[in-house]
């Protein structure tokens, strides 16, 4: 097994806080990996790290093969990183398949001349996420969970070795949770690398492959996603009531 990107000890303090306390990790090829934790356990630190947006107070990260804690934020995605937000971040004035080929012109060469109608990668984006019929309406036209979609399509166009979910459920009834879990297992399945945050522990548990549960910026367990939440210091760390007290919090 390849692991695409490798965490050591990583950690990262605010003054006093330590958002993240020493955290090693890797995530497998191929699977989707998925990290839960209750409210201000640190996750939102740690993809903070992990995509250079925040300084690490020590550690060491790698990303196929290579040392990268070091780099630009800005040079993640050439690097072949590519995320979600937690908040829609779509272009309003744009149609679908534009705001899919910003993601795709944001890799491909700017001198490249551009022909006529959409470039392939654009297409096939469209088409794997479902939104092939969708591409000329405007995102207001959309779903909320359709706008996810576009967002999920724009990572995917930049044919990413690593896609990072952050909270890409978040605001969804569950049928519209059910198809983001399904597409994302489709992308997997495909081959695609992920690795998702979520506070749905049961979305958690029906999408990922490997699970890592964190505390007070720490992990506190990792391996199978039924072991993880079965873990009585993950029951613990949720405040003793268990995770499904917490099902679909935001
Ligand atoms: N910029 C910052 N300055 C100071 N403290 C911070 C900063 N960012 C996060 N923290 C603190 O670090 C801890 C971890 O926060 P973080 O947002 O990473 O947790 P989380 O697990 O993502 O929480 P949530 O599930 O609510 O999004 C919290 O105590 C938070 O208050």
């Known amino acids: 097994m390849t692991n695409v990107l490798e965490a050591s000890d990583v ?3 605010y003054g006093g806080v330590r958002a993240v306390d020493g955290i090693s990790f890797a ?7 998925g990290i839960i934790g209750p409210n201000g356990s640190g996750k939102s630190t740690l993809v903070a790290a992990l995509t250079r947006l925040t ?13 990268y804690e070091s780099v630009r934020p800005a040079s993640i995605a050439s690097m072949g990183v590519a995320r979600t937000f937690q908040t829609v971040r779509l272009l309003p004035d744009l149609t679908v398949a534009a705001n899919v080929q910003l993601g795709h012109d944001a890799r491909a060469r700017r001198d490249r001349p551009r022909g006529r109608g959409l470039p392939a990668p ?6 794997r996420t479902g939104l092939a019929e969708m591409a000329h309406v405007l995102p207001s036209e959309l779903s909320y969970g359709t706008q996810r979609r576009v967002e999920i399509a ?13 909270e890409p459920t978040a605001g969804m009834n569950q049928s519209e ?3 983001i879990s399904a597409l994302l297992r489709q992308l997997r399945d495909e081959g695609l690398t992920q690795l998702l945050i979520e506070h749905d522990v049961q979305m958690m ?6 699970l890592f549960a964190m505390a007070q910026g720490r992990l506190l367990t990792e391996g199978r996603p039924a072991d993880v939440v079965a873990d009585a210091r993950v029951q ?12 679909g919090d935001q």
């Open 11 to 13: 950690a990262v303090h």
């Open 122 to 127: 654009v297409s096939q984006a469209l088409d």
């Open 55 to 67: 300084h690490l107070t020590r550690g060491e990260l790698s990303f196929a093969g290579a040392r």
């Open 177 to 179: 949770r059910r198809d």
């Open 154 to 166: 724009r990572a995917i166009v930049m044919a990413p070795k690593l896609l990072l979910l952050d």
């Open 236 to 247: 613990e760390a949720y405040l003793g009531k268990g995770w499904k007290a917490h099902a």
């Open 27 to 33: 995530l497998e090829e191929g699977r989707i990996s």
């Open 205 to 210: 548990l029906d999408t990922c492959d490997h």
